[in-house]
C-alpha cells in the first residue's frame, strides 16, 4: 500500500479497519469515515506524526494510522 | 446531593472546580493533569453541594485506569447533575463524550469553556440552538476569564429546585453493533455542529500554535532546544543570583538566628540537653535544608511555566520514538518529567498510561528521575568541590538519571516485561501563556509542602538524628560522634559502600536517613560533623569525609539508591502488590551500586 501519511498531505477517512487494535481509539478521537485529516509534520525522529483533524491537532504513530482506510486529497 | 464535573482532558474542569469550589488543586496545559477524583463543596442558593472533580475523559468506554476512575464514577454513584465541561475550541471531539452522558440519562448541564479564544478566532457558537438539540441547558464560560460562572451558578440552581428536567436521549444507534455507533455519533455531531456553529475558520491561535510547532518540533531543532530548555533552567536554579538568596538564608539562619536561640537558651537557664538538642539537633537539621529553599522554588515555577506553556506534550512527543524502542510510548516521558518535582506524584500520573505493563514499567523507571528534595545534597557537595562547572555537574547527575531509566528501561522490557507496541495518542493542546497568578499559587503550594515538610518530617527525622548521636549505644550522653549509635550502625553497613569510596559511617547515616526524606542527606551529613550548622566547618568536614571523586559517586548513588518512604508508600499502593514493590526497590539499590562503582572506579583508573 502506498504510503499516504507524509507531512503535507491531506487526506480523506474512507474506511476504519475494526479489526486492527487501534481503531476503537481512532474512532473515539474522531476518525469516521469521510472526515478529513491533514498530515502536519512529523516529530524530530520521523515518529509520530502530528495529525490535524476536526479543528484540533494530536500525534499518532503510523502503525496506528494503518488502522485507517484513506485517499488523497491534495499534498 | 452530589454534582460531578465530566469533560475531555484537558478542557478546563480543574480550573472550573478551583474556581467553583475556591480549591486550589493543580492545573496545567497537557492533558492527564488531574488522576484522582477530587472533592469539594460549592455553595448554591446558600445551600452547600458537594462537587467531584473528575480526570478528563475522551470516551465511557476508556483504557486507562485514570479514565475508568470516572466512568466508574459517573456510573456507580449516580451523581444529581453532571456538569459537562467542553473545550468550545475543539467543539467536535469534545461533543462525543456528550453524546455518550446524555445517552446514561443522568441530569446535566453543558459549560463551553474557553469561549473567549473561541470568540477571539471570529468563531460564533449558537447556544440555543445547541441547548435545543441536546435538551439540556447550555451555558458559554471561560474558566480562565471567569465569565459565565454567574450564569452556571444561576443554572444548577434551577435543577436544585427541580425547575429542570431532562428528557431520555438517544442517538439513533441502538441496534447498531458497539463500533459503529462511534461513527453514528458523529455523524449527528456534524449535523449539530452545521446547525450551532458560525464562520468555523482556521483560529489564530491555532494557527500561532503551529507556526511554533514548525520550529519547536523541527526535525534537526526540536532536540537541541529541548536540551536548551532543560539547561537553562539548571543554570536558573542553581545560579548565582539564587545562590546569592541561599547565602542570606544561611547567614539570618546561623550568623543571627541560632545565636540568639542559643543566648536566650542560656538566659532563661535551659538544661544542657535542650540546648544541645536546639542548637546542634534542630536549627542545623531543618535549616541545612531551608538554606536550599530558592533553589526549590525557582525549579517548580520553571517547571509550572513548561507545564502551563503547553510544552509538556511536545517533550513526550518527541520522546515517543526513543521511548518505543522499550515497548513503551512518549506518554510514559509525563510522570519522568513531573519526577523531577517530586516522585509521588510521578507516581501516581503513571495511571494515564494505557497498558499495565506499561504503567508497571513506567513506575520502577520514576525513582531514576531526579526529585527536588535531593537538589540540597547536589548543590551542597558540588558546591564545594566542583565550585567552577557547578551547573554542568548537576546537569551531568540528572542526565545520568534519564540515561540510567533508559537502559533499565531496556533491560526490563527484554527480560520481565516483553512490551508490544503499544497504541500510543497524544493530543496537543494550543501553547498558552502562563498565568501569573497560577504560577505563584501552584509554586506557593510546592513551598507549603516543603515547609510542612521541614516542620513535620525533617523536625522528627532531625531530632531522631540528633538523639542517636549524642548518645553510645549504652545510652550515655557524648560529645564525640565516633562514639556514638550512628557510628556503630554506620560501621556495620560502610563495607558496603568502600567500593564505592565513600565507606566512612558518616555517608552510610546519611544514606539510612536519606530514606525518610531525600533532604535528610544534606542535614544528617552537617549533624554528623558536628558542625552546629556553620557552613565553613561543614565544608571542612565533608572535604575530610569525600575526594571530589567520591563526592560525584556518592551524589550519583544518593541519586538512584531509593526513593524516599512517601514515595515507598505510594508505589505500594499504586502497584498493589507487596512483590513489586520489593522487587523494584532491590532493583533500584542495585543499580545504584553497579553504577556509582562503575563512576568510582573508572574514574580512579582514569587518574581522578
Not at chain 2, 493542546?429 to 509554586?443: D, G, M, S
Amino acid at each position: 500500500m502506498k504510503n499516504f501519511f507524509q507531512p503535507g498531505n491531506l487526506l480523506k477517512v474512507k474506511a476504519v479497519n475494526y479489526d486492527h487494535q487501534a481503531s476503537k481509539m481512532l474512532i473515539d478521537m474522531g476518525f469516521t469515515p469521510d472526515t478529513l485529516i491533514s498530515v502536519k509534520n512529523s516529530a524530530p525522529f520521523g515518529e509520530p506524526l502530528i495529525i490535524k483533524i476536526r479543528n484540533y491537532t494530536l500525534a499518532l504513530r503510523k502503525n496506528d494510522l494503518l488502522a485507517l482506510d484513506v485517499e488523497l486529497v491534495s499534498h | 446531593m452530589e454534582i460531578v464535573l465530566a469533560g475531555n482532558p484537558n478542557s478546563g474542569k480543574t480550573s472550573l472546580f478551583n474556581l467553583l469550589t475556591g480549591s486550589k488543586q493543580h492545573v496545567g496545559n497537557w492533558p492527564g493533569v488531574t488522576v484522582e477524583k477530587k472533592e469539594g463543596k460549592i455553595t448554591v442558593d446558600g445551600g452547600q453541594i458537594a462537587l467531584i472533580d473528575t480526570p478528563g475523559i475522551y470516551t465511557l468506554d476508556p483504557d486507562t485506569i485514570e479514565q475508568k476512575v470516572t466512568r466508574d464514577y459517573i456510573f456507580k454513584s449516580k451523581p444529581d447533575l453532571i456538569i459537562n465541561i467542553l473545550d468550545a475550541t475543539n467543539f467536535e471531539r469534545n461533543l462525543y463524550l456528550t453524546l455518550q452522558l446524555r445517552e446514561s440519562g443522568i441530569p446535566m448541564v453543558i459549560a463551553l469553556n474557553m469561549m473567549d479564544e473561541v470568540e477571539r478566532d471570529g468563531t460564533v457558537i449558537n447556544t440555543q440552538a445547541l441547548s435545543q438539540a441536546l435538551g439540556v441547558p447550555v451555558v458559554g464560560i471561560s474558566a480562565r476569564t471567569e465569565s459565565g460562572i454567574r450564569e452556571l451558578y444561576d443554572i444548577i440552581g434551577r435543577f436544585m429546585r427541580h425547575e429542570i428536567t431532562i428528557q431520555p436521549f438517544c442517538t439513533g444507534c441502538k441496534d447498531c453493533t458497539k463500533c459503529k455507533s462511534g461513527e453514528f455519533r458523529y455523524h449527528l455531531i456534524e449535523s449539530i455542529a452545521a446547525n450551532c456553529i458560525k464562520t468555523q475558520e482556521h483560529g489564530e491561535q491555532s494557527n500561532i500554535s503551529e507556526k511554533i510547532d514548525k520550529i519547536i518540533l523541527n526535525k534537526y531543532l526540536a532536540i537541541p532546544i529541548f536540551f536548551a530548555i532543560m539547561f537553562v533552567i539548571f543554570s536558573l536554579t542553581f545560579g548565582s543570583l539564587v545562590g546569592r538568596l541561599s547565602d542570606l538564608i544561611s547567614y539570618l539562619l546561623n550568623g543571627l538566628f541560632a545565636p540568639a536561640v542559643s543566648s536566650a537558651l542560656a538566659a532563661i537557664g535551659a538544661q544542657q540537653w535542650i540546648v544541645m538538642l536546639i542548637s546542634k539537633g534542630i536549627i542545623p537539621g531543618i535549616g541545612t535544608v531551608l538554606i536550599f529553599l530558592p533553589q526549590i522554588s525557582v525549579l517548580f515555577i520553571l517547571m509550572s511555566i513548561l507545564e502551563d506553556s503547553g510544552y509538556m506534550s511536545r517533550a513526550a512527543i518527541m520522546m515517543d520514538k526513543v521511548f518505543s524502542a522499550f515497548g513503551l510510548s512518549g506518554s510514559s516521558f509525563i510522570p519522568m518529567i513531573m519526577g523531577f518535582g517530586c516522585t509521588v506524584p510521578a507516581l501516581m500520573s503513571c495511571r494515564i498510561l494505557p497498558s499495565e505493563k506499561n504503567r508497571k514499567l513506567t513506575m520502577m523507571l520514576t525513582g531514576f528521575v531526579s526529585c527536588s528534595a535531593r537538589l540540597p545534597l547536589y548543590t551542597l557537595l558540588t558546591g564545594i568541590f566542583f565550585k567552577k562547572y557547578q551547573g554542568l555537574v548537576v546537569f551531568s547527575l540528572y542526565l545520568l538519571g534519564i540515561v540510567v531509566a533508559a537502559v533499565s528501561a531496556l533491560l526490563l522490557n527484554k527480560t520481565v516485561f516483553h512490551n508490544d507496541n503499544t497504541t500510543f495518542v497524544m493530543e496537543m493542546p494550543p501553547y498558552r501563556l502562563p498565568k501569573l497568578r497560577n504560577l505563584l499559587l501552584h509554586t506557593w503550594e510546592k513551598v507549603k509542602g516543603f515547609l510542612v515538610k521541614a516542620g513535620t518530617t525533617l523536625l522528627v527525622a532531625s531530632i531522631i538524628v540528633w538523639a542517636f548521636q549524642s548518645f553510645t549505644p549504652h545510652f550515655v550522653l557524648t560529645t564525640d560522634p565516633a562514639a556514638s549509635i550512628w557510628a556503630v550502625i554506620g560501621k556495620a553497613i560502610a563495607p558496603i559502600f568502600y567500593p564505592l569510596g565513600f565507606g566512612t559511617w558518616q555517608a552510610a547515616t546519611a544514606l539510612i536517613t536519606g530514606i525518610a526524606a531525600k533532604e535528610m542527606l544534606v542535614s544528617t551529613l552537617s549533624l554528623v560533623s558536628s558542625t552546629g550548622g556553620n557552613i565553613a566547618l561543614l565544608h571542612q568536614a565533608m572535604t575530610s569525609l569525600f575526594t571530589p571523586l567520591a563526592a560525584y559517586s556518592f551524589m550519583c548513588f544518593a541519586l538512584l539508591y531509593l526513593p524516599c518512604i512517601s514515595a515507598i508508600v505510594t508505589m505500594r499502593k499504586e502497584f498493589n502488590s507487596l512483590k513489586w514493590t520489593v522487587g523494584t526497590l532491590a532493583f533500584d539499590f542495585s543499580v545504584a551500586w553497579v553504577v556509582a562503582f562503575i563512576v568510582f572506579n573508572v574514574g580512579r583508573l582514569l587518574g581522578l
